[in-house]
């Protein structure tokens, strides 16, 4: 009877009021003037919100979310020099951070060492150059492993830099079983997004399963990998591709762990993830508490996954970098406070909020304070973390939750249909629909359909100079000399035994990380083993759509 | 038959962000333009010698990491070099104000950073190509 009620006055109200302009999702779906009681009809309380901690999860991952222990601060970090990367992280640390995350340079990422003449020029530009275990050394000094969480954006070539920490860690007394850390470790996303690939798909998914396998043994505290939506919506997709594809590419990997003969629950729980948090804070909310539904029915129905902690979806994210302009840089401290503000409602595990300098360079010592500033205001002064998913049950949320649930599931039958992640990537799948809604964005903010403020309205004249932080003219060279002489000093027979096992142990089945543990520790560098690992694995050919 | 004007896009280094390139080249073909894009690790020597096999009249550089002064002005000797300075050479990407003149000087036409738009860009093209 009140439901009738509802239905008729809403109507009335409707036919009574100027017809309200529609406006849409991200994704292209209508969004309503006004939500209500009517809105929540099909929703069922217990199996579609539930509680926090429980299945269906949306809530929550945890019983007790930031009631409990909040959310990890971890801004992405990484300087033109070892020593200067463990200023910064000590600065950080100081000011509030509360696990580390790790920016290497290109050459690193791409397995290069400082002295490759593809890194000419790239040498700490964009992070820290890591050629050795010694570089990790001066990174990580004073450090003390077992009190922190590190994160490490490294793709192709995780398992050194895996091997890496967890050489610091025993040259600081301690068992690999008590490090805690995350490696991205995402490789299919750089096949299209992100570019910093090395191998082709089958032996980048052996690594993968060889670091699973490793570390469910022996790193059981390690994020093993932190699948990335984070970087295919930078590149241009909608929130439902974000999470479709992400979610494709995790399928991909755990049908890689099955088939090397890991049992899901060995390595499932490990599984952590990197998710972009965009502008539309009420959609950003629904895309995460529908992600964490999808995920655990993946898991638990499709995987037959028994542990708990395989349902989970646990992540961190970076606000997102795309979305800030150059163009009145301060605008910048607000966009990122209002998507952090959303990543906070959504619940996520760690939050990055970028620096207000984003589009310009790396963040000075202030921008990034001014980001720290934001995600501690946000905890101690707002509010919204005295409840558990505060805004559950408001009529527009749960009507987006289910919304982008639908979208979300619908596109991923798209791409089993196509036959998954590795096959969608290979047919140009992923790329092409990602590069037209680019395209079709940058239209929008040519026409001024879509309002980017500073940029196609309310723009100025004189623009604000905003500091840069001082780099090092002599950071590549200094790099390349430190690399020199460390090659000089250490046992060249002892490294070239370490590299022909790794090379054998390449060419065979055995895991990796073992043979790549011993060739950190005798300072083979990150060249030479990922070398090696060329010869054997060849190097991917980024497949062309443009 | 005007012939139509042939780009070459390319990302130079070790970066591997191209939604900007890629957007790029599909507004200069929108254009009217005919666009090569010979995707990411590009070195400046594999950039020319595809520049003059392919005989375009411009080369369009995306350079988003810091490694603009080195790779820039080297595309810029190189087509010196050739004698293939009737090439447009323009850039687009993450440039810093106080490295664009200089890297004007030596060879780079135009740089186009954040906010610039594919009308923009398609314009100074065909604007300043060499009257044949």
């Known amino acids: 009877m009140e439901k009738q009620k509802i239905v008729e006055q809403y109507q009335q109200w409707l036919d009574g009021n100027e017809p309200l302009p529609a406006r849409t999702t991200d994704w292209g779906d209508v969004i309503k003037s006004l939500y209500t009681p009517l809105d929540l009809e099909n929703v069922d309380y217990l199996n579609h919100l539930g509680f926090p901690g429980e299945p269906p999860l949306v809530r929550g991952v945890y019983p007790s979310m930031y009631l409990g222990r909040p959310w990890t601060v971890r801004q992405y970090s990484g300087y033109d020099s070892p020593a200067d990367t463990n200023a910064r992280f000590r600065y950080l640390l100081g000011q509030g951070q509360t696990g580390l995350s790790v920016a290497f340079d290109l050459p690193t990422q791409i397995g290069y060492d400082s002295d490759h003449p593809m890194s000419v020029g790239e040498v700490g530009k964009v992070g820290v150059p890591v050629d050795t275990l010694e570089d990790m050394e001066v990174i990580f000094e004073g450090l003390p492993l077992e009190k922190l969480s590190t994160s490490m954006t490294i793709n192709a070539p995780s398992a050194v830099l895996l091997a890496m920490y967890v050489c610091i860690g025993m040259k600081q007394g301690l068992s690999p079983k008590v490090l805690r850390g995350t490696i991205q470790n995402d490789v299919l996303k750089e096949y299209t997004v992100r570019g910093t690939f090395i191998f082709p798909p089958q032996p980048s998914l052996r690594l993968v399963t060889d670091i699973f396998a490793y570390c469910a043994e022996n790193v059981p505290r390690f994020n093993t990998i932190n699948v990335a939506g984070y970087h295919l919506r930078e590149a241009g997709c909608s929130a439902v591709q974000e999470i479709a594809f992400s979610f494709s590419n995790a399928v991909a990997y755990i049908e890689a762990g099955l088939n090397a003969g890991l049992d899901i629950d060995q390595f499932a729980p490990r599984i952590s993830w990197i998710f972009n948090t965009n502008n539309k804070i009420f959609e950003e909310v629904a895309k995460y508490r529908a992600a964490r539904r999808i995920w655990a029915e993946l898991l638990k129905d499709r995987f037959q996954a028994k542990d708990p902690r395989s349902w989970k979806l646990r992540f961190h994210t970076q606000t997102s970098g795309a979305s800030l302009t150059a163009q009145q840089p301060l605008n910048n401290v607000v966009r990122v406070a209002y998507q952090t503000l959303a990543a906070v409602l959504a619940g996520a595990q760690s939050i990055a909020a970028c620096s207000y300098d984003e589009a310009l360079s790396l963040p000075t010592e202030e921008s990034v304070r001014t980001s720290l500033r934001t995600q501690q205001i946000l905890r101690e002064e707002t509010g919204v973390v005295d409840t558990i998913d505060p805004l559950g049950g408001s009529y527009f949320l749960e009507a987006l939750t289910k919304q982008i649930y639908d979208r979300i599931k619908e596109l991923m039958s798209q791409i089993d249909e196509i036959g998954g992640a590795v096959a969608a990537i290979e047919n140009g799948f992923v790329q092409k629909e990602i590069e037209k809604r680019a395209y079709e964005i940058q239209l929008e903010i040519e026409s001024g359909k879509r309002v980017l403020v500073g940029v196609n309205k309310y723009t100025i004249e004189e623009e604000d100079q905003v500091p840069m932080p001082e780099t090092n003219p002599r950071a590549e060279r200094e790099q390349v000399e430190r690399l020199r002489s460390l090659k000089a000093k250490r046992s060249q027979d002892r490294v070239a035994q370490v590299l022909n096992d790794v090379r054998r142990t390449a060419m065979g089945k055995d895991n990796l990380m073992p043979v790549i543990i011993e060739a950190v520790s005798a300072y083979a560098s990150l060249g030479e083993i990922c070398g090696v690992l060329r010869e054997v694995f060849g190097e991917y050919q980024q497949v062309k759509t443009i | ?132």
């Open chain 2, 1 to 132: 038959m005007d012939r139509k004007i042939r780009v070459l896009a390319a990302k130079p280094g070790l970066d591997g962000h191209d939604r900007g390139i890629k957007v790029v080249c599909t507004g200069l073909k929108d254009a009217g333009m005919e666009v090569i894009y010979t995707g990411l690790r590009q070195t400046p020597e594999a950039i020319v010698n595809a520049a003059l096999q392919e005989d375009v009249d411009v080369i369009a550089l995306s350079t988003l990491s810091g490694a603009h002064n080195h790779h820039l002005p080297r595309v810029a000797q190189l087509l010196k070099e050739k004698q293939c300075e009737h090439i447009l050479l323009v850039a687009g990407g993450i440039v810093p104000d106080h490295d664009r003149v200089a890297l004007k000087k030596q060879g780079v036409s135009e740089i186009f950073g954040p906010g610039a738009t594919l009308k923009s860009i398609a314009a100074f093209i065909k604007e300043n190509l060499p009257a044949t």
